[in-house]
């Protein structure tokens, strides 16, 4: 039985699952593409981006408005523990932009965006202090451009997205096997910050090169018989079980007549 469903643009009710959404943390509603490798102004958590003076000023205003429901020591309370591995689970593979605006767009419950951007840069700072991301010199601002270049990674590098994120991927609608229907030439998942197929995730979809990978698709409903043989934004829950990772989906889109030719 469902328990939920998301509209897409196309018009069609997509439902959820259970399964998945039990595993998911609620601090679910992350991020999208990782900035482009090549730009300069690209940095990961590792490289010092807070100053040890804002993560203090961080830890107060913490204190004062997050701690009821997430933990004094950011371990959980009334919600999501925002400390080591479930902190990773959910954050890791995005950008820091993604975690700022969620805390100053929800946080305090019913009251977001009722403090200063200053302040919520400053929780931010916080939050990478206590799970171990080191100090640099300077302070990190309250620059959307500029977090989205600083890269929320594990120390062995990039990795990646985990079994039950949210993700986006592009590629090829095939017919249904079984009770599942097949995408094929598709793109490596990212994260995703909206299971619909929103402007929030809006990327140059259908530019560039078909993919490789291979998903099996399931919960569509009503059937995208239409969609056959054209490439489709899906949005969804990504389970991986190997050697080829399903996806339980929140939303599909076409968004080519036609597929993208292999490489």
Known sequence: ??????????????????????????????????????????????????????????????????????????????TTALLGEPFMRGWAETNLYDLFDKIRTTMPP????????????????????????????????????????????????????PSFALVRVVGCLQERVGDDWLLTRASEPVRARTPDTSSDDVDAVGTEAAGTLTFRLFDLYPTPERDVGHDVEVK????????TDRINVTSLRPIADACRAPN
């Open 110 to 161: 019913n009251l977001g965006r009722g403090l200063a951007d200053a302040v919520y840069v400053d929780i931010v700072a916080y939050v990478l202090r206590e799970n171990a991301f080191p100090a640099g010199a300077s302070a990190l601002l309250a620059d959307a451009d500029g977090l989205r270049h600083i890269r929320i990674q594990r120390q062995e590098g990039p990795a990646p997205v």
């Open 1 to 78: 039985m469902k328990i939920g469903a998301v509209r897409a643009r196309t018009g069609r009710w997509l439902g959820l699952s259970p399964a998945p959404l039990a595993l998911l943390p609620v601090f679910f509603a992350h991020a999208a593409q990782p900035s482009r490798p090549t730009d300069p102004r690209d940095r990961t958590v590792w490289q010092g981006v807070y100053s040890v003076s804002q993560a203090e000023q961080g830890r107060l205003a913490y204190e004062r408005h997050c701690a009821a429901c997430h933990g004094a020591d950011l371990g959980g309370a009334r």
């Open 236 to 243: 969804g829950f990504l389970i991986r079980t190997g050697p």
